[in-house]
């Protein structure tokens, strides 16, 4: 009754019609929240009555065998990476392989023992409520102590981000340096193309040109699209046409197909100085130390392209993500388990 107490209230957030996310943070939704975490505490100790100590070791077993199975699949990436690149990164390939391979034997050796010892199908069943709430316990940290705000970083390869200021006038310290050196904009092959002609000085009615192949084509004139430049304040292509009045060809930009920041972060590491290098894209953040940012939109300010940023703090991400991996697991194999044939 209280988890479907809880979906209701995250239907009523997440509903695509007048849905109301200011319910997420409600006093009815803690209150549920800690009484869905008490209870699954509650409810994974019953169940496991008498293999206790069995559950605990289980659980930890697990923990390390997807451990193992994170370090495969991160080390293992960086290791094709690196080999792709070639020449003297062959030895950080070999390198990264090699801990791969740990990831691996971790897999097998904590996976067996995972097996050998959560070996009746109600400890699974006592798993998954334990890791409800493991999960639960991290959306309160979360919270609690979460920090989210927006930020707007030129692409200028100059400008650090060194701290956040917040809306109550409080300023957090990042513990490193943040830059963006490059923001690059693919389109799709669908530009258009327009021409203006210029009226006391000012572009006047546009008309639109079609493009044949290689040329443009406006009635019986004909251009080359190689013959339009870009010249600096001009955000697109152009080409100048002579006679009177005068007029410009102008390249529309396609429909955009994704975009790229370039990002650097100055950092340490036990008094060492580090530098990490990444490629920020949309559903792929950059994470360096306690913070994570993720890309949301960019605009441009003249000759510079503004990034905006969200910048987030979650203290309580590891235990919720854990706390998925783990209802996860523990449900596909509580389904799947063969059942204990009764007496």
Known sequence: MALGAACVLLLAGAF???????????????????????????????????????????????????TGLSMLVQYGAKALEYAGIGGPMWAGAVGMGCVALTGVVFMAVFGFLCYRVMNQRVLWLAGVHWALALLGTGAFVDAACEV??????????????????????????????????????????????????????????????????????????????????????????????????????????????????????????????????????????????DWRFSLSSYRQAGDTTEVLLQARRAPGRFAALAGMVGVIICTAVWCWWRKEEQA
Not at 21 to 40: K, Q, W
Not at 155 to 175: C, N, Q, S, V, Y
Request: net charge positive.
């Open 16 to 66: 695509p019609l007048l849905g109301a996310p200011a319910v997420y943070r409600s006093g009815a939704m803690l209150l549920l929240g800690a009484l869905v975490v008490l209870l699954c505490l509650w409810g994974g100790w019953r169940l496991a009555a008498g293999r206790r100590g069995q559950l605990v070791f289980g659980l930890v077993f697990l923990f390390f065998t997807v």
């Open 148 to 289: 989210r705000m927006p930020v707007t970083l030129p692409a200028d390869a100059k400008t650090e981000l060194t701290e956040l200021f917040l809306d109550d006038g409080r300023h957090i310290p990042l513990g490193f340096r943040l830059r963006i050196d490059a923001f690059t904009v693919r389109h799709y092959d669908d530009a258009t193309y327009t021409i203006y002609a210029f009226e006391n000085g000012r572009p006047g009615q546009a008309r639109q040109v079609e493009r044949r192949g290689e040329t443009l084509h406006l009635g019986a004139e004909s251009w080359p699209v190689s013959e339009l430049k870009t010249a600096p304040g001009m955000p697109h292509p152009f080409l100048m046409l002579p006679g009177n009045p005068a007029r410009v060809l102008v390249q529309n930009p396609g429909t955009v197909k994704d975009y790229c920041a370039s990002v650097v972060a100055f950092t340490d590491h036990r008094g060492r100085p580090e530098t990490h290098k990444a490629e920020l894209r949309v559903n792929t953040p950059f994470a360096c130390k």
